[in-house]
């Protein structure tokens, strides 16, 4: 198994338990409420369009990273497992290890 796939699949059997865990649920909600770029580029008010303005013209994948980062970085059970995905320099393989982290903030805030 080459090193890319190692490291999608160790972080990927991390499956966030998001219901059993209250602290990282409240960090994932006081991450989005703090930072007000973040928060009107994911739940834009009513009137509101997309502009590039403040940073809105970006894909809500970017905005979902940024949350990743700021969620997972340091975390006791998944800090060690998402710092490989952020040490990772191939730029492809980098593309493809975010995507499922950013996926796993986008699956949280459907809920």
């Known amino acids: 198994m080459n090193?890319?796939?190692?490291?999608?699949?160790?972080?990927?059997?991390?499956?966030?338990?998001w219901n059993?865990?209250?602290e990282l649920s409240k960090s994932l909600i006081t991450i989005i409420?703090?930072?007000?770029t973040i928060k009107q580029a994911l739940f834009l008010s009513l009137g509101s369009n997309s502009s590039?303005?403040?940073?809105?013209?970006?894909?809500?994948?970017e905005f979902h990273w940024m949350i990743c980062k700021l969620?997972?970085?340091?975390?006791?059970?998944?800090?060690?497992?998402f710092k490989k995905?952020?040490?990772?320099?191939?730029?492809k393989k980098k593309a493809a290890l975010h995507r499922p982290?950013?996926?796993?903030?986008?699956?949280r805030l459907v809920k």
Do not use: W
Request: glycine fraction near 8%; proline fraction near 2%; hydrophobic fraction near 30%.
């Open 20 to 22: 059993n865990n209250v």
């Open 3 to 17: 090193y890319h796939k190692y490291v999608l699949t160790k972080f990927m059997r991390l499956s966030c338990s």
């Open 33 to 36: 409420t703090d930072d007000q």
């Open 85 to 91: 995905v952020v040490l990772c320099n191939n730029a």
């Open 52 to 61: 590039s303005l403040k940073g809105r013209g970006k894909p809500k994948t």
């Open 71 to 81: 969620l997972f970085t340091n975390h006791s059970v998944y800090g060690e497992a």
């Open 101 to 107: 982290c950013g996926n796993k903030i986008k699956n």
